[in-house]
């Protein structure tokens, strides 16, 4: 399996280093750090705190206390892959670490998104770290909240103007990490929106704030702000792909099971457990299924309420899933590049593209060559892939209602193979068997597996 090292030289925590180490994430812990973990071990607030959100730690039960164990995140999202909802649930998991923490006469530092990711659908906030002395906020806290959740969330509650406002929530939380930087947010934010607009969306935000200003107790205040965000009601924006027929029912029931995952299943089970990326996973069911072969699986699509169904299945089927766009993969960001790109944070033994294919090629025109190298780039040394032929029912459906002009020449099996076996020259294939729901019936499709040389 491949393994991922999370050492860095571009960390700057300076409470510990955090290195993964045979797939454990051990942190290096001094200072300030290790009396507030002290603290928390002698009062029994780990277990709570790790139930309220924060990664689950391991730091003994005697002796000093110089390093501490964590829960591996094998696949860390950032906040532009993950759905208004996944928003809403991260902002809640780090209310409820700070609110956990004032309890015990601790803060949170750094609530701000960048520091929370996923782990089977459940929000965990990482950057243990970030753990102060005090119950007083850091003069950082409500503003990291109110730029890394609140503004893209109020934004996605509005019920008019709908795709507009949720359009401008996505680009907020595409840029939330450059908005951190700047010292004078109020001026930035006058500079983005216009001043209407920003009244509106500041002004239940600022009036939580102003109400326990005098407070000497900022947990209210914590727990005020947690009630107010799990009441927005973030709008559905349905596509084509929301209600997207699923491949099978349970897992533990083959019966159900359509040609085209009995075909996926049968492909799978030649391969032996690894980090697995499905991209365009809908609501990530094959995902899951690798997942109970053993893969440590992640499905990625572009449809938010497809994602949102799957991190509903993602706690009983034991995936992780994502909100990215196959086709504009997540780039490295943030100071000198320190957080990295999908390709480094997905690298995987095991791409899976399966009913994806004729829609980059034919829809998007990107070419055979460009799929095989996205997989390569992943690192991978499986590609299983599903090919659509022209004379597949859909592909009829679109030159017949005029979505395609016509089928282009290179557009063919042949071609097709020859460019996967570049880099992965091993080729096995069963047929699919089925398109659409749609369009009932059996089609010419075939599934592929295409492994690199050993």
């Not at 829609?359 to 690192?379: C, D, P, S, V």
């Not at 209602?401 to 080729?427: C, I, Q, T």
Request: glycine content about 8%; overall charge neutral; proline content about 6%.
């Amino acid at each position: 399996m491949s393994q991922i090292s999370h050492d860095s030289p571009f960390s700057f925590d300076e409470q510990g280093k955090l290195s993964v180490r045979n797939g454990v994430a051990i942190r290096q812990i001094n200072g300030n750090l290790a009396l507030a973990v002290e603290r928390l071990r002698s009062n029994n607030g780990m277990d709570a705190l790790c139930k309220a959100g924060m990664i689950q730690t391991d730091v003994g039960t005697s002796g000093q206390i110089t390093e501490v164990r964590h829960e591996f995140i094998p696949f860390v999202t950032y906040p532009q892959e993950w759905t208004l909802k996944m928003l809403q649930q991260a902002a809640l998991c780090a209310l409820d670490v700070a609110i956990e923490l004032n309890r015990h006469e601790l803060s949170l530092q750094d609530p701000h998104a960048w520091n929370v990711s996923f782990r089977f659908g459940r929000p965990v906030y990482i950057d243990f770290s970030s753990i102060i002395h005090g119950k007083k906020l850091h003069p950082r806290f409500l503003h990291d909240i109110f730029k890394s959740y609140y503004i893209a969330l109020w934004l996605g509650g509005q019920k008019y103007g709908v795709r507009k406002c949720q359009q401008l929530a996505h680009a907020v939380m595409n840029s939330e990490h450059e908005w951190r930087m700047w010292q004078q947010p109020r001026a930035e934010w006058r500079r983005m929106f216009d001043h209407d607009l920003l009244g509106r969306f500041c002004r239940e935000y600022n009036g939580i704030v102003r109400r326990h200003q005098g407070d000497e107790d900022p947990i209210q205040l914590l727990k005020t702000l947690r009630q107010h965000i799990a009441s927005i009601d973030i709008v559905r924006q349905e596509s084509q792909w929301s209600e997207y027929g699923q491949p099978g029912g349970s897992y533990d029931d083959p019966s159900s099971f359509s040609t085209k995952a009995r075909a996926v299943v049968e492909l799978l089970g030649r391969l032996p457990p690894g980090r697995l990326l499905d991209l365009a996973c809908n609501q990530g069911w094959f995902t899951g299924y690798a997942a109970k072969l053993g893969h440590v699986a992640i499905g990625l699509d572009a449809d938010p309420i497809a994602v949102d169904k799957g991190i509903a299945a993602a706690p009983q089927a034991k995936f992780d899933i994502g909100y990215m766009n196959v086709a504009w993969p997540t780039p490295p960001q943030g100071a000198f590049l320190m957080y990295p790109s999908a390709y480094e944070r997905f690298s995987c033994d095991t791409v899976m593209m399966i009913a994806l294919q004729h829609h980059l090629n034919l829809r998007q025109g990107i070419r055979f060559e460009a799929l095989a190298a996205m997989a390569a780039r992943y690192g991978a040394k499986n590609l299983l892939i599903e090919w659509i032929p022209p004379e597949d029912v859909i592909v009829k459906d679109w030159l017949a209602k005029g979505n395609l002009s016509h089928v282009p020449e290179w557009y063919n099996e042949a071609a097709f193979e020859a460019a996967m076996r570049r880099p992965f020259p091993l080729m096995e294939r069963v047929d699919s068997g089925e398109g659409h729901s749609q369009f009932p019936g059996a089609t010419p499709r075939k599934m592929y597996l295409f492994r690199k040389a050993d």
